[in-house]
């Protein structure tokens, strides 16, 4: 793309062979020759297809023809294929040059309205810009596309042929996707377009609408590389890949783990001391609440006064629970009275005070501390994000159960008459009896149901309906029906 003596649009030499010294920036760096026949040959060669997917117009309905599936005989709807080395491909304005499967090369559509003209320097003024600056780090399309009339644009690049199986995840495919999003949102591409049916650089019809196209040069990028390059320009981070530690052996690993939970377990004490010391008043300095409570809203100047007041007596729970001190039915109902105060102070409506009356206010007390003293999370205490390990890690962690594992069997295989296999074999008995009770109650409970809808209306209950009836599932359900078909007392319609 160097420039020569001549300073026209299409005078741009070098675009071809070689990463330029001095280019148009007026032109976004671009060339300005029309592609030609040899160009749309080397791009068909590197798509590596036989035909293409192909719209003569924007009713996309008609790229699609309906035929008749011998075997099954239903309708189904098949794509029409253009092979590329026949005339009528050029007869194609929209054209599909990926699909979910196989890309080799990437299409980003820019929605900005530019000048009518169809040349590179009459893009919009941002697009210039941004394509000017790709074009001077060496990673400028490979195609460029100009609507004549609007000034909008396509550009293609040439990348290393992705694939995917139906169904199946692919990371090249996730990279060729995070790079089509970094890239479009600097380019304030249309967020809306599929990357499916594009612009076909292959047509050759009189259409006024039709992109006039500009081929560049025939470089293949490597995405990873193409993605840095494009977050640093934007800005953004990098994400490179999570580095996993490595240990010697198992029980480097273990002593690691143990050595993280005991940091874990003095951050969360340290972090449940901050909380219970100045939670409270922190609370002042949150512009989301108003005197300590949290208003929840029914409708713009309308406060659900109960829940309000409810939510904060709870909260006020576990911060005495979590600080050691009782939970007296004052304070609970101190706190209750304070929220709901603030909730008619500020969203009252037109409405008057309907605070409910001591006993209520008594037994929300009790429900209060039944709800704190049963909870087995603390909602209001620090926590500490456990750290993901790998398959191999895990493993070598689960011998630190493994070993009492061991012991246990042994002592069934060794003393099965002992105290410690007596003691086992009653806490089993013990389980089997309540599973056997729990399964007939089950049993009688789907019986009666069923009987019950036979008598009344004739008609058998569905197996959905069971399961929500009785609320068990749906292998629960098939194995009790079965049983009672089995013996007798299931109905027969």
Not at 220 to 240: C, K, N, S, T, W
Request: charged share 25%.
């Amino acid at each position: 793309m160097i420039l020569s003596n001549d300073s026209s649009p299409g005078t741009l030499t070098g675009a071809r062979v070689g990463t330029p010294s001095r280019v148009r920036q007026d032109c976004a760096g671009l060339d300005d020759t029309p592609a030609s026949q040899l160009d749309r040959e080397k791009l068909l060669q590197h798509l590596g297809r036989d035909a293409l997917h192909g719209s003569i117009s924007r009713d996309f309905q008609s790229a699609y023809r309906v035929v008749v599936d011998e075997e099954t005989g239903k309708k189904r709807s098949v794509p029409r294929l253009y092979r590329t080395d026949s005339e009528k491909l050029g007869r194609c304005e929209y054209v599909m040059l990926t699909n979910k499967q196989y890309s080799a090369v990437m299409v980003i559509d820019v929605d900005q309205p530019g000048e009518s003209g169809g040349h590179p320097v009459h893009l919009n003024a941002y697009v210039k810009s941004v394509i000017f600056a790709l074009v001077q780090r060496g990673i400028g399309p490979a195609w460029a596309g100009i609507n004549p009339l609007s000034g909008k644009a396509q550009f293609i690049w040439l990348i290393d042929p992705v694939y995917t199986g139906k169904n199946k995840h692919s990371s090249n495919m996730e990279l060729l996707k995070a790079t089509s999003q970094e890239l479009g949102a600097l380019l304030a591409h249309d967020p809306h377009f599929a990357h499916r049916f594009s612009r076909s650089p292959f047509y050759t019809g009189k259409s006024v609408e039709a992109y006039r196209w500009y081929h560049q040069h025939d470089r293949v990028i490597r995405l990873q590389d193409f993605l840095r390059q494009v977050r640093e320009m934007a800005g953004h981070p990098q994400y490179g890949k999570n580095m996993r530690q490595q240990f010697s052996s198992g029980r480097e690993l273990i002593n690691a783990v143990k050595a993280r939970r005991e940091e874990a377990q003095a951050f969360k004490a340290l972090a449940e001391d901050v909380e219970n010391e100045i939670g409270a008043g922190l609370d002042q300095y949150d512009p989301e609440l108003i005197d300590g409570v949290r208003v929840l809203w029914i409708s713009q100047g309308c406060a659900a006064r109960d829940e309000t007041a409810f939510r904060h007596a709870l909260k006020t729970g576990h911060r005495l629970r979590a600080a050691g001190q009782r939970l007296t039915d004052a304070a609970i109902i101190d706190a209750y009275e304070h929220a709901y105060n603030i909730a008619q102070h500020v969203g009252a409506a037109g409405r008057r005070s309907e605070m409910p009356p001591m006993r209520d206010r008594q037994t929300m007390a009790r429900r209060v501390r039944g709800y704190v003293t049963q909870s087995r999370n603390n909602a209001y205490s620090g926590s500490h994000a456990p750290r993901k390990t790998s398959s191999s890690e895990r493993k070598a962690l689960a011998t630190m159960g493994r070993k009492g594992g061991q012991k246990a069997a042994q002592r069934w295989k060794t003393d099965p008459q002992g105290e410690y296999a007596q003691r086992q074999i009653q806490k089993l008995e013990k389980t089997h009896r309540l599973k056997k009770a729990q399964g007939r109650s089950t049993k009688s409970r789907i019986s009666q149901m069923v009987n019950d809808q036979y008598v009344q209306t004739g008609t058998l209950p569905s197996w959905l309906e069971i399961e929500k009836e009785i609320g068990v599932s749906r292998a629960t359900v098939a194995r009790h029906v079965a049983a009672l078909k089995k013996s007798g007392d299931y109905p027969e319609l």
